[in-house]
């Protein structure tokens, strides 16, 4: 099983407003950025798409993944199992039903252990996925987070 580490951030320019994630991702002497900036989101969406890209990333399953991530939101959703208990109130009254269900279901395919570190700590790859989050956000090709859009009652 491939150790692979992950750093994760998400970006949000209002919140709601532009938003980003970045990814940083760590096996053995191969590293590899994702980044990819949405025209209205939240930071709490990107915090968790950074995570899902991330899983969905890798190539085979089975992975030992730990992903660093400063958003409290994630970790405690997943490590506090908070999320799975979720799932069993069929996401009632829950933002971001639809982010957590993606992410139940690339989640088992791995070993999956996450690690909250301190953002703007000089963390310095927490700090380069807080770059890539941030210039995400502030890029000219914002993509639609549908879901929320519709949601939000978003006219773009």
């Known amino acids: 099983m491939a150790e692979v580490k992950v750093y994760t951030d ?25 980044s990819k900036g949405f025209r209205h989101t939240t930071n709490n969406r990107m915090e968790l ?6 899983l969905e ?3 085979s399953t089975g992975h030992a993944v730990t992903i660093y991530s400063d958003s409290k939101y ?8 908070w999320v799975f208990g979720w799932v069993q ?10 982010l957590w269900q993606r992410f139940l279901r ?3 395919k791995h070993s999956v252990r996450f690690v909250w570190v301190r953002g703007h700590d000089g963390n310095v790859l927490n700090e ?19 879901v929320f859009e519709r949601e939000s009652g978003f006219n773009g």
């Open 10 to 34: 998400g970006s949000s320019r209002g919140n709601p407003g532009p938003g980003g994630f970045g990814v940083v991702l760590l096996s053995g002497a191969h590293r590899k950025e994702i």
């Open 49 to 54: 798409l950074s995570v899902i890209v991330a």
């Open 57 to 59: 990333s890798l190539k």
């Open 74 to 81: 994630v970790v405690d959703s997943v490590e506090k199992k």
């Open 89 to 98: 109130k069929g996401f009632k009254g829950k933002k971001n039903a639809d």
């Open 106 to 108: 690339i989640y088992p």
């Open 128 to 146: 380069r996925c807080d770059t890539l989050a941030v210039e995400a956000a502030t890029g000219s090709d914002l993509q639609q987070d549908i």
